[in-house]
């Protein structure tokens, strides 16, 4: 399977950023982000490395890891969690549409 093109998706600078955090074993906050819905994103052909040297449980390090920049990090959790929803409906939706292309060739 080959990456599904990203270009105009939501979040797509923060996806990149978190993908090249992964794989060069950075914990950022994006890269939790991502590590969090890795399984997901791989089914839907993006390369995310294992995450291996990130803790076993990412949404409650990325909690965390917000409430270190915040002293209520519910909302930030939110809104990154909703943006997160948003780019993997959007990438859902494009690489459907390409599945449904590639079957019917």
């Known amino acids: 399977m080959r990456m ?10 923060r996806v990149q950023r978190g993908l090249a955090d992964l794989q060069h074993g950075r ?11 890795a399984t997901r994103l791989r089914f ?6 294992t995450a291996a040297h990130l803790p076993g449980e990412p ?6 890891a917000l409430g ?9 959790y939110q809104a990154w969690r909703a943006e997160l929803d948003s780019f993997l409906a959007a990438l859902e939706a494009r690489v459907g549409r390409t599945r449904e ?3 019917t060739l």
């Not at 599904?4 to 600078?13: H, I, S, V, Y």
């Not at 839907?44 to 490395?49: A, I």
């Not at 949404?59 to 965390?64: M, P, S, T, V």
């Not at 270190?68 to 930030?76: F, G, I, L, T, V």
């Open 68 to 76: 270190a920049e915040s002293d209520d990090p519910y909302y930030s």
């Open 27 to 37: 914990h950022s906050i994006e890269a939790l982000w991502l590590a969090a819905a």
């Open 59 to 64: 949404e409650i390090a990325l909690y965390k």
């Open 4 to 13: 599904p093109d990203l270009q105009g998706l939501p979040a797509t600078e």
């Open 44 to 49: 839907l052909g993006l390369p995310v490395p």
């Open 101 to 103: 292309r590639e079957a």
